[in-house]
């Protein structure tokens, strides 16, 4: 079994930002691109623990919880927007091996960035 330490440190080799939230709607993980661009670009602090609603504005609360439900309903990635800092962000299902739901992240990745790979 891995531990919880390797799993947190394989979330921080992604090179792009992840926020993992659970069913009830509250961060739970950031992994270390995440941090740097809410906490130190974006300046925000303590998100842990926090409901993503706090991060967003009141008109999104429907459409976070209409995208939750389709997460819910079996869907396992959705695609949300091409920000205009060229990121397609994409919201992605988080499930146990019985394919129950367990919360969501947002992935955002650099459209056509080179994706590192490393022979075995």
Known sequence: MVSLDTCLAILDTVP????????DHAIRHLNR???KTYYEQRGL??????SLFD???AVSRERIVDLHRRLQAGEDEIFLVVTPENERV??????DRQRNLLGYYERFE????AV???AC
């Open 16 to 23: 792009h930002p992840l926020l993992f939230i659970d069913n």
């Open 33 to 35: 691109p995440a941090e």
């Open 45 to 50: 602090a303590n998100l842990v623990g926090k």
């Open 55 to 57: 991060c967003h504005a």
């Open 90 to 95: 994409t919201l992605v299902a988080v499930r």
């Open 110 to 113: 650099k459209v056509g960035a």
């Open 116 to 118: 590192a790979t490393t």
